[in-house]
């Protein structure tokens, strides 16, 4: 069975920084792209950054570009997420997800990150 | 870009069927099969119901149906339950440089 685990949520302050990771089990971890999607209180999903199964490609969504930095470990299957300059919009639920296929298939508990003064 | 547009709510009776849209552009939804929904229960983490416009993963039940027409793309649930009331999210591949993007999401309602 797949499991996804995210740790590294909490309060910080605006201009803060914060890193997140994902403990993952249950598949073979260097195979798969990985996803950051956050889902801000009471709205929609949105992704944030992907990696691949080697870490060679990175992408970003343009509201992070800059101050966002996506990360994995394959040897200890963990995905990484460092936030630098936090926002007040950056507050949400930051969930990781397996990619394949051009879809997210499974999908941590979520690690809430609260940016406020 | 622009985030995908889906309308916030939707109902229907138990049995019923309701279809819920999610619009994007020539870039994204009309230029991929790409398009995929997440159901998500209050509280819980999404869980993929559709993929590649049309496609169940195992153990989705046939009720869940999706389709597509140019820049449209649509979720059809027949034969409503009690526990299909939740939020429905569409995503679609939009290319190279920013490449996913999510809808705002549907409140599905079964009356």
């Known amino acids: 069975e797949v499991q996804l685990v995210e740790s590294g949520g909490g309060l910080v302050q605006p201009g803060g920084s914060l890193r997140l990771s994902c403990a993952a089990s249950?598949?073979?971890?260097?195979?798969?792209?990985m996803s950051w999607v956050r889902q801000a209180p009471g709205k929609g999903l949105e992704w944030v950054a992907n990696?691949?199964?080697?870490?060679?490609?990175?992408y970003y969504v343009d509201s992070v570009k800059g101050r966002f930095t996506i990360s994995r470990d394959n040897a200890k299957n963990s995905l990484n997420l460092y936030m630098n300059s936090l926002r007040a919009e950056d507050t949400a639920v930051y969930y990781c997800?397996?990619?394949?296929?051009?879809?997210?298939?499974?999908w941590g508990q979520g690690t809430l990150v609260t940016v406020s003064s | 870009q622009s985030a995908l547009t889906q309308p916030p709510s939707a109902s229907g009776s138990p049995g019923q069927s309701v279809t819920i849209s999610c619009t994007g552009t020539?870039?994204?939804?009309?230029?991929?099969?790409?398009v995929s929904w997440y159901q998500q229960h209050p509280g819980k983490v999404p869980k993929l119901m559709i993929y590649?416009?049309?496609k169940r993963p195992s153990g989705v039940p046939d009720r869940f149906s999706g389709s597509k027409s140019g820049n449209t793309a649509s979720l059809t649930v027949s034969g409503l339950q009690a526990d299909d009331e939740a939020d429905y999210h569409c995503?679609?591949?939009?290319?190279?440089?920013?490449?996913?993007?999510f809808g705002g999401g549907t409140k599905l309602t079964v009356l």
């Open positions: 990696i691949k199964g080697d870490g060679s490609e990175k």
């Open positions: 249950g598949l073979t971890f260097s195979y798969f792209w």
């Open positions: 995503s679609s591949y939009a290319g190279h440089n920013n490449p996913w993007l």
């Open positions: 590649d416009v049309t």
């Open positions: 020539s870039s994204d939804v009309g230029g991929y099969n790409y």
């Open positions: 997800a397996t990619m394949s296929n051009f879809r997210f298939d499974f």
